[in-house]
């Protein structure tokens, strides 16, 4: 048999059929690697891994006569033919009634009778390419577990985020997104922290470029790490979150994070204006390639809660609901998709995820651009939890949730089960 290349569950695996020399039902093997990492990376970076997968998952023996092909071929020859497979099936159990079947056109039921169909049928796919790490950093050398989001840690910028970088590459995730946890000294009400060349942001970004070239660096571009009211806008006197100064100060944020090589900016601050004015400067200093990424529509959530323990960045006073969106609304999102679009915004993504299906694919059937979903620390912390409690299996409902996100129409998903989900994506494919 010839050799051939098969298409792939995970869209960065490359699959090759090994050509067996005799035919024999032993199932084929395929060499799957589980990163399409460039081997010219640095000496930080792993070696493709490669893993022996079955290119056929169905046990030979499942049913009927184990024979091998020559076998069959004879039996053949010697005018053997098996018999059709019986016509009328089982009975049901006592009791069960007897009846004139029904008169039905469609049975979808049909396509669902076997593995093979139902995954020939298959809608959406989850590969590790759709996934997006968000990733905790802080300036300790130790990695600090945060309590609400089990599983999760403050990572050292130096030591425990480059040993979680090099653990995702391994399962084919290769993008990242950085979030910091600043001090409060370096904290200020206008948040200048955040444009500091030198700051944790673009020193671990320099770093992480340095050691592997080829993965994608997404950037939070927002004030509220950086600011002593722990709100991501400056606040005047009165409370009120100044919009276009905020601005301002994002270009700034977002010009440093390009200097230091990221690959995209991600503006969550939901001020008016900033996609266009982060275009701009970006543009201005010749970030041409820089893409940004908008939170399109944030909602103002409670399912944030876990993250802003994670960073310490509970608003010091008042909410949020003066800019991210009102739960309750719909329509409102398409403004700011439109808005968005117009300014040159690259993804529009969705805040939170599966409680906001409806809102991704209204922005997937009205924009051409990708689409990205955050999965917040609050669906994370659930699933989580209910897990260790026994009341659900964790894995099962944690990939379900990730493909109800594709299948609202996400392109790609932030989640910080992206290594977990990953991992069981490139273990599936060996069973
Ligand atoms: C703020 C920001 C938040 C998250 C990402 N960026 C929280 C907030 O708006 O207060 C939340 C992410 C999560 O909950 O996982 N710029």
Same mark, same amino acid.
């Given at each position: 048999?010839?050799?051939?290349?098969?298409?792939?569950?995970?869209?960065?695996?490359?699959?090759?059929?090994?050509?067996?020399?005799?035919?024999?039902?032993?199932?084929?093997?395929?060499?799957?690697?589980?990163?399409?990492?460039?081997?010219?990376?640095?000496?930080?970076?792993?070696?493709?891994?490669?893993?022996?997968?079955?290119?056929?998952?169905? =046990?030979?023996?499942?049913?009927?006569?184990? $024979?091998?092909?020559? !076998?069959? *071929?004879?039996? @053949?020859?010697? %005018?053997?033919? #098996?018999?059709?497979?019986?016509?009328?099936?089982?009975?049901?159990?006592?009791?069960?009634?007897?009846?004139?079947?029904?008169?039905?056109?469609?049975?979808?039921?049909?396509?669902?009778?076997?593995?093979?169909?139902?995954?020939?049928?298959?809608?959406?796919?989850? =590969?590790?390419?759709?996934?997006?790490?968000? $990733?905790?950093?802080? !300036?300790? *050398?130790?990695? @600090?577990?945060? %309590?609400?989001? #089990?599983?999760?840690?403050?990572?050292?910028?130096?030591?425990?985020?480059?040993?979680?970088?090099?653990?995702?590459?391994?399962?084919?995730?290769?993008?990242?997104?950085?979030?910091?946890?600043?001090?409060?000294?370096?904290?200020?009400?206008?948040?200048?922290?955040?444009?500091?060349?030198?700051?944790?942001?673009?020193?671990?970004?320099?770093?992480?470029?340095?050691?592997?070239?080829?993965?994608?660096?997404?950037?939070?571009?927002?004030?509220?790490?950086?600011?002593?009211?722990?709100?991501?806008?400056?606040?005047?006197?009165?409370?009120?979150?100044?919009?276009?100064?905020?601005?301002?100060?994002?270009?700034?944020?977002?010009?440093?994070?390009?200097?230091?090589?990221?690959?995209?900016?991600?503006?969550?601050?939901?001020?008016?204006?900033?996609?266009?004015?982060?275009?701009?400067?970006?543009?201005?200093?010749?970030?041409?390639?820089?893409?940004?990424?908008?939170?399109?529509?944030?909602?103002?959530?409670?399912?944030?809660?876990?993250?802003?323990?994670?960073?310490?960045?509970?608003?010091?006073?008042?909410?949020?609901?003066?800019?991210?969106?009102?739960?309750?609304?719909?329509?409102?999102?398409?403004?700011?998709?439109?808005?968005?679009?117009?300014?040159?915004?690259?993804?529009?993504?969705?805040?939170?995820?599966?409680?906001?299906?409806?809102?991704?694919?209204?922005?997937?059937?009205?924009?051409?651009?990708?689409?990205?979903?955050?999965?917040?620390?609050?669906?994370?912390?659930?699933?989580?939890?209910?897990?260790?409690?026994?009341?659900?299996?964790?894995?099962?409902?944690?990939?379900?949730?990730?493909?109800?996100?594709?299948?609202?129409?996400?392109?790609?998903?932030?989640?910080?089960?992206?290594?977990?989900?990953?991992?069981?994506?490139?273990?599936?494919?060996?069973?």
């Amino acid at each position: 048999m010839a050799s051939s290349i098969f298409f792939s569950p995970a869209a960065n695996a490359v699959t090759v059929a090994i050509p067996t020399p005799t035919p024999t039902p032993t199932p084929r093997l395929v060499l799957v690697r589980a990163n399409n990492a460039s081997a010219s990376a640095t000496a930080a970076t792993p070696t493709p891994r490669l893993v022996l997968v079955r290119a056929n998952n169905a =046990s030979a023996s499942a049913s009927g006569p184990t $024979l091998t092909l020559e !076998e069959c *071929e004879a039996a @053949a020859v010697a %005018g053997n033919f #098996p018999a059709p497979p019986p016509h009328s099936k089982p009975p049901g159990p006592k009791g069960t009634p007897l009846i004139e079947p029904l008169d039905l056109t469609r049975r979808p039921r049909r396509n669902r009778k076997s593995p093979t169909l139902r995954s020939a049928f298959q809608e959406t796919t989850l =590969s590790p390419a759709n996934f997006v790490l968000p $990733l905790f950093i802080h !300036e300790g *050398e130790e990695d @600090a577990p945060i %309590g609400a989001m #089990p599983g999760c840690f403050r990572l050292g910028w130096r030591h425990g985020l480059i040993d979680e970088v090099y653990k995702a590459r391994d399962v084919g995730v290769n993008s990242f997104v950085l979030f910091p946890k600043i001090p409060d000294a370096l904290k200020s009400p206008t948040g200048d922290e955040a444009y500091n060349d030198n700051g944790l942001v673009p020193r671990t970004i320099r770093l992480l470029k340095d050691k592997f070239p080829d993965i994608v660096i997404y950037t939070d571009v927002a004030l509220d790490p950086y600011s002593s009211d722990g709100h991501d806008g400056i606040v005047r006197e009165d409370g009120v979150i100044m919009n276009d100064e905020t601005v301002h100060q994002l270009c700034k944020q977002a010009v440093s994070q390009a200097r230091a090589g990221a690959d995209v900016v991600s503006p969550s601050d939901m001020m008016d204006g900033r996609v266009g004015a982060l275009r701009a400067a970006l543009d201005a200093e010749g970030f041409h390639d820089v893409s940004i990424m908008s939170y399109t529509a944030k909602y103002a959530s409670a399912f944030y809660g876990p993250f802003r323990e994670a960073l310490d960045s509970n608003p010091r006073f008042g909410d949020k609901k003066t800019y991210q969106m009102n739960p309750a609304n719909y329509r409102e999102a398409l403004i700011e998709a439109q808005a968005d679009e117009a300014e040159g915004a690259d993804i529009l993504l969705v805040k939170p995820g599966l409680p906001y299906t409806d809102v991704i694919r209204l922005l997937r059937d009205n924009s051409a651009l990708p689409i990205a979903a955050y999965q917040v620390s609050g669906e994370y912390s659930m699933i989580k939890a209910a897990g260790v409690l026994k009341m659900i299996d964790e894995e099962r409902v944690m990939m379900e949730s990730l493909m109800c996100i594709r299948r609202a129409g996400a392109d790609i998903i932030l989640s910080y089960f992206a290594r977990q989900a990953a991992g069981i994506l490139c273990g599936a494919m060996s069973n």
